[in-house]
């Protein structure tokens, strides 16, 4: 049965484990636009699992997740998936995200003025033009955080999933994300791992999950 329009994200008693004991054991949430939750807890509490299952990463082993069909999603992992030895540039990187928004069509959607539009406006959103051609190698910690934030957003999802997305930010981009936050939340649903109160307490009124081990 298709979930109704204004929801995006279903879980429905999900149960996961990695062979030994459950580690999201009967979870039940609903995401729908406009939403804002934050997910905190211990260290090995499920926090990442969740996401993972809410983005379709995982499957679980009971239960069900049921995302709305063309949902686009921005998802930035808490392990960094990419080879930092891999050569590609910043703006590839970038460019991925736009693999949701353009579907099969994606190698040409990427070509396309308005993509190059899309990539632009972010990369300077997040101070990264001066980089585009640079190899992802040569990044300092907050460059390459900026960079996948960049990639996670650049698709203007409609749900922006994010794990700790402040790792290696200044002052000055801790600000902006928070504000960026402000502004995605509007328009699209935002479910964020965080243990960063500051930028809590700094984003809209959340639904707030706490997952302990």
Known sequence: MPIDTPTLVVLDHVWFDYGRRPLIADVSLEVKRGDFVVLSGPNGGGKTTLLRLMTGLLRPQKGRVEMKPGLTVGYLPQKRSIDREFPITVREVVETGL???????????????????????????????????????????????????ARAVVSRP?????????????????????????EQSADCAVVMVSHDEELISHCPAARRMILKD
């Open 158 to 182: 409609t749900l922006l999933v994010l794990d700790e997305p402040d790792t290696h930010l200044d002052a000055h981009y801790k600000h902006l994300l928070a504000e960026l936050l402000a």
């Open 99 to 149: 693999m949701g928004a353009g579907g099969s069509s994606w190698p040409h959607f990427r070509k396309s003025a308005a993509a190059k539009e899309q990539t632009d406006d972010v990369m300077a959103q997040w101070g990264l033009t001066q980089l585009a051609t640079q190899p992802i190698g040569a990044l300092s910690g907050g460059q390459w955080q900026r960079t996948l934030l």
